[in-house]
């Protein structure tokens, strides 16, 4: 055999024992989905988070009899809160223990180590804790959907389902983050550090600080807008108010302002900002990770 | 085939269609068929109007019966009001009326009545500017009538009702939807029971009318329920104001209104539950507040500063995104929210009840100190619904002399909600109590077999099985 | 089946490893020597391209930079230390890499028989014992039956057993005609498997030679001259032979080959049936014929 010969079937051997590239990423979110629930905190965050939701909806029910109904608003204004608060930190932690966890005990080496590209292992990881996660909030929101039938007699179906698919972008994007960190972090500790930092500055201290600068420096409607859509969380929050209300006149002047200017649009946009902060924080850590000199 | 013969075949299929539309069983008349019907019928007899459409407009100046219930539409095809009611005595009665002109002088309408002793009941108005317009019409009765005003945008659009200078008449059962208000000018002694407003400006709006009674009327998703201004001693029994959230947004607001009795209606999820501006505005007048469910508004009751002599009982303040609140930097001192030992009950009172006897043994004082700032900083309002508002409810909490003062003070908070039931024509809920448990089976059903169908891969090498 | 052409890898000042070359035929057997922190560990995984290197290095033709997915379909790796999820069911680890690799089941299942692990499935991977880590990891790079074999210190997790089971399983590889590629400490398994040395040091090739060259004097076995009684001589003889060892009879005691640390073997073996030794001696430079086996 030629050298040319014996290359050419060295490389037909190569490409017919390599996975593609989507059954590579599949065959790596499967285990990661496994590894998932069969761990702690998925159980512990699917149980805190139903007994939560359900709570919500039970205590936000209670004492209106009949026009429970009317209140869907209400309850769902509470799970709000309740989300914002758990759902990011569970993203977070989920995708910020990823990586690095795995580059710790050393099985990160050892996948890459298979024909699989970075690529791959990363996108398997999203992708399985992504499900993983979604299917965590779908048991909670399953539960308390069911108490919300039973006390006030029913939910709207499409707010709710809304209120779902805008919640587990919510989740997708800070798994995202979570991963971005893991990537740059050498230590799971670090990691898991960072991505509490991260969740506190989110969830508290970037609302805070938009409130005092509001006040300060007189910003405008349109700036406090633009500034507040930038936090993931506040665009989650206006998606699924303007998608219950079809307007975000609930959130005062600043709502007001924005459903008027922008109308129609509005859903789309908030929308987009999130799907934005699925996208880039994902593709960032897929450069980062490609580019990475070592393990 | 010659030339011509196309041209005839293609003439004979253009044609057709027009052609058929006169074989239709909306065959059109004139409404001079009609006004000749009423010039041959004596006084007070009934005109059955026969199937049809019939196009212009149409003045009843005979006290008749006009009777369309066997298919009439008259349709003034734009132009001025459709039916003009000049007679006294007039009854109008299942007609559909249609296509009034649209320009504001001259407000046409769909009926306009000009004289007293009218009856305008079960009739269909469409496309119309001012839906049914009564003008020194008293001792009328408006029944039953649906209502839907022309579709243009909301500042142009006309009322669904007007009376004006009208007393002593009935509106009752009239569904309107998409016009301005349902509005009440210097009319006095009215009953208004069970209309359903909808996506309008103002679902009832009195202008200087008093001593009127308001009964199981739902007005929902329109800029505010219920708006009276300088009009006295109106008593609102078993309404219900469900998600009023425009520009004003108030499930009831009152203007300079005095001795009003508000009892047992229900007041949901607009942006404001109660609004008072100056009501009651002379001395010596009360407002009354009875058995009220106020829940799920963003404030519950906001009140101009000086606002006093209102009294709250036996209400439920529910779930309020703040209970109470003033415009600016006011409070509610001037008020009563209890009386003979019985205050409302408040959602958010975290005080207690040991000798269980029903009224909570410490005070309720709301200090929200997000409201405060909302009150002074209405842009903030974007931050509601978030952790970093729990955060300053906390912070507020936890350092005492950050906290407000109070807006009020109930003396005998209820321990648990008053039952309070609206007696409205509501519609069953069976169908959308399956839709939310079919939506948990489904969530729960697809969770669950996403976690065990994971587990196939590693099953098949276990038993042995090729995959 | 390699080509590396000036491999260096920097972490941060310190050259782990630079400017490596060499070329590996197919079906050669290549030892990379060296102590510790030489490099050999860093050099095995620039050649999988799971860390980047700078410099050039092709496995079967395939660019592993560039093309590193398919080029490492070419490779069973065994590394250092055994990495599984210690959560796995080692029925589920097996089914990842069993998609991974493109084989069927019922191949996965044969791999695991040939490492004696069939039967292990439901067991955790924490619960394994670490030869059993060891052939595991074993069993995942036998799994696509891969031109090339490249190992990190294969045996340094096993006792003396499990090495012979080992280095007996890279041996009939070899015979197969696979390539082999492994980093190692022990001069036994250099010499019995390869049949090149790169000897590192401070991530430098120093010399690239063979076992032989490397170890003039240290053959792989020496022979003992074991004194016993002549009654038991011939049974003795048998014995060891049973035993596979080679045995020459002189006249002046037995002598018997034996690796060079195991060179008590024989006693033992000549114990368990009674028969004592009376005094033993350690010859150098003594060949023993294999036809006398």
């Known amino acids: ?295 | 085939m010659s030339l011509p013969t196309v041209i005839l075949i293609l003439l004979v299929a253009l044609c057709a269609p027009a052609l058929g539309a006169y074989d239709g069983p909306e065959r059109t008349r004139s409404t001079d068929e009609i006004l000749s019907m009423i010039e041959r019928a004596e006084s007070g007899d009934t005109i059955r109007v026969p199937r049809g459409l019939y196009v212009g407009n149409l003045v009843i100046s005979k006290p008749v019966t006009l009777d369309g219930s066997d298919g009439a539409v008259i349709d003034a095809r734009g132009e001025g009001s459709v039916i003009d009611v000049r007679a006294q005595g007039v009854t109008v009665r299942s007609l559909t009326v249609r296509g009034s002109g649209s320009s504001v002088t001259g407000e046409p309408a769909g009926i306009r009545v000009s004289a007293p002793n009218a009856t305008i009941e079960h009739n269909t108005i469409e496309d119309a500017l001012f839906g049914i317009d009564l003008r020194q019409s008293s001792d009328s009765i408006v029944r039953g009538n649906r209502i839907t005003c022309k579709d243009m945008e909301p500042g142009r659009r006309g009322d669904g009702i007007r009376l004006w200078w009208s007393h002593n008449c009935v509106i009752e059962d009239n569904t309107v939807r998409g016009s301005r208000d349902m509005v009440f000018w210097y009319s006095e002694n009215l009953r208004i029971s069970r209309n359903t407003v909808s996506d309008s400006r103002y679902g009832l709006h009195f202008m200087y009318s008093h001593d009127t009674v308001l009964v199981g009327n739902d007005l929902h998703s329109n800029s505010v329920g219920v708006y009276l201004m300088y009009s006295n001693r109106i008593t609102l029994t078993d309404n219900r104001m469900r998600n009023n959230r425009g520009a004003s947004g108030y499930g009831i607001g009152l203007k300079d209104c005095d001795d009003i009795v508000i009892t047992n209606n229900a007041l949901l999820a607009n942006r404001v539950g109660v609004y008072l501006d100056n009501s009651p505005s002379s001395v010596d007048s009360t407002g009354v507040f009875e058995s009220n469910m106020i829940a799920f508004n963003e404030i519950g009751l906001l009140a101009t500063p000086n606002t006093h002599d209102n009294v709250f009982t036996l209400n439920a303040f529910i779930e309020n995104e703040e209970p109470a609140a003033t415009h600016g930097r006011g409070r509610l001192m001037l008020n009563e929210f209890s009386r003979d030992g019985s205050g409302n009950y408040w959602s958010d009172y975290a005080g207690f009840d040991l000798d269980r006897d029903g009224v909570g043994d410490v005070v309720y004082e709301p200090r929200s100190l997000f409201g405060a700032m909302l009150a002074r900083e209405p842009n903030l309002r974007l931050f509601v619904h978030s952790p970093a508002q729990q955060a300053i409810e906390f912070t507020a909490r936890a350092l005492p002399e950050l906290r407000p003062e109070s807006t009020l003070i109930d003396h005998a908070p209820l321990s648990s909600p008053p039952s309070i039931e609206i007696s409205l024509g509501g519609s069953s809920r069976s169908g959308l109590r399956m839709g939310g448990v079919a939506c948990a089976l489904i969530l729960i059903a697809g969770a669950c077999a996403a976690v065990l169908g994971s587990d196939h891969g590693s099953r098949s090498i276990r038993t042995g099985e090729p995959s | 089946m390699i080509i590396a052409t000036s491999i260096t890898k920097r972490f941060g000042r310190v050259e782990a490893v630079s400017g490596v070359s060499f070329e590996l035929g197919q079906g050669d057997a290549l030892a990379l020597w060296g102590s510790n922190g030489a490099g050999k560990t860093t050099l095995i995984r620039c050649l999988l391209g799971v860390v980047s290197s700078r410099g050039s290095a092709t496995i079967g033709g395939i660019d592993v930079a560039r093309r590193g997915r398919h080029a490492r379909a070419l490779v069973g790796y065994v590394p250092q230390e055994l990495s599984f999820h210690d959560d796995a069911r080692l029925g589920s680890s097996m089914a990842l890499f069993t998609r991974l690799r493109r084989v069927s089941t019922g191949r996965a299942i044969e791999s695991l028989e040939t490492v004696g692990l069939r039967g292990h499935e439901r067991k955790r991977v924490r619960d394994l014992s670490g030869g059993m880590k060891q052939r595991l990891a074993l069993a995942v790079a036998l799994l696509s039956d891969p031109p090339l074999i490249i190992l990190d210190e294969p045996t340094s997790n096993l006792d003396a057993d499990g090495r012979g089971e080992v280095v007996e399983t890279l041996q009939r590889l070899r015979g197969q005609g696979k390539t082999l590629l492994f980093a190692s400490h022990r001069p036994d398994e250099v010499i019995s498997l390869a049949d090149r040395v790169l000897v590192m040091e401070r991530g430098r090739v120093v010399r690239d030679t063979t076992p032989s060259d490397l170890w003039p004097t240290e053959k792989p076995v020496q022979v003992v001259r074991l004194y016993l009684e002549m009654a038991n001589e011939s049974d003795a003889a048998d014995a060891l032979r049973e035993s596979g060892h080679a045995v020459h009879l002189n006249g002046h005691g037995l002598c018997v080959a034996v690796p060079r640390d195991r060179k008590a073997e024989p006693i033992s073996i000549l114990e368990r049936r009674d028969i004592r030794v009376r005094d033993i001696e350690v010859l150098d430079d003594v060949e023993i014929k294999e036809s006398q086996r």
Request: net charge positive.
């Open chain 1, 1 to 295: 055999m030629s050298t040319i010969e014996l290359k050419r079937s060295m490389f037909h051997e190569a490409v017919s024992k390599s996975p593609s590239f989507i059954s590579g990423v599949c065959s790596f979110a499967k285990r990661e989905f496994r590894d998932a629930l069969s761990s702690k905190w998925f159980l512990l965050y699917t149980l805190a988070f139903t007994i939560l939701a359900v709570g919500v909806s039970y205590l936000s029910l209670s004492g209106v009899g009949s026009h429970g109904f009317a209140g869907f608003g209400r309850t769902a204004a509470g799970l709000l809160n309740l989300i914002m608060l758990v759902v990011p930190l569970m993203a977070l932690s989920a995708g910020a223990g990823s990586i690095a966890g795995e580059r710790e005990r050393g099985t990160l080496l050892y996948m890459l180590s298979q024909p699989v590209s970075r690529t791959q292992v990363l996108l398997g990881k999203y992708l399985g804790l992504g499900v993983a996660l979604v299917c965590s909030l779908c048991i909670g929101f399953g539960v308390s959907a069911a108490v919300l039938a039973w006390r006030a007699g029913g939910v709207g179906v499409g707010s709710y389902a809304m209120l779902i698919g805008f919640t587990s972008m919510l989740a997708l994007a800070m798994l995202s983050l979570g991963i971005l960190i893991s990537v740059v972090s050498r230590r799971s500790s670090v990691a898991t550090g960072i991505a509490l930092f991260v969740w506190l500055s989110l969830v508290f201290v970037s609302d805070l600080g938009l409130m005092a600068s509001s006040v300060l420096f007189k910003l405008r409607v349109q700036e406090i807008f633009a500034l507040a859509i930038v936090n993931p969380l506040q665009s989650f929050k206006m998606g699924v108010i303007v998608n219950m209300n079809a307007s975000l006149d609930v959130l005062g002047p600043v709502g007001a302002y924005a459903s008027q200017t922008l109308g129609d649009a509005l859903p789309w946009i908030l929308g987009g900002t999130l799907g934005a902060w699925i996208i880039f924080p994902l593709g960032l850590s897929i450069l980062l990770f490609s580019r990475r000199s070592s393990v």
